[in-house]
């Protein structure tokens, strides 16, 4: 069993940043693809970014912008997700997400999740 613990949620102002972090209780931390998804309310939960377990290749979702960067520290068994020029759109629960062996966009083709932590901008 894998158990994830997210951190670094909490309220900014916009065009302000964050800086997420998740550590996962695994021994094969570099067997996963690492992702983040987000989930505003009333919205269904999609995708913002992952990392692969294959040289930390990096996906993320088109509407960012370029504004999120997506990275990881298999010594440390940690993800994170620099969040910068954020946006009162970007408001929502962040939830850090492990696939074994798969490089994947689809929330159900992840194996494992965290509880998820708010982030909440304000305008």
């Known amino acids: 069993q894998v158990q994830l613990v997210e951190s670094g949620g909490g309220l900014v102002q916009a065009g302000g940043s964050l800086r997420l972090s998740c550590t996962a209780s695994?021994?094969?931390?570099?067997?996963?693809?690492m992702g983040w998804f987000r989930q505003a309310p009333g919205k269904e939960r999609e995708f913002v970014a992952a990392?692969?377990?294959?040289?930390?290749?990096?996906y993320y979702a088109d509407s960012l912008q370029g504004r999120f960067t997506i990275s990881r520290d298999n010594a440390k068994n940690t993800v994170y997700l620099q969040m910068n020029s954020l946006k009162s759109e970007d408001t929502a629960v962040y939830y850090c997400?492990?696939?074994?062996?798969?490089?994947?966009?689809?929330?159900?083709?992840?194996?494992?999740w965290g509880q998820g932590t708010q982030v909440t901008v304000s305008s």
């Open positions: 997400a492990a696939a074994n062996h798969k490089d994947t966009r689809i929330a159900g083709e992840y194996n494992w």
């Open positions: 990392v692969s377990w294959v040289a930390a290749r990096t």
């Open positions: 695994v021994l094969t931390f570099g067997s996963y693809t």
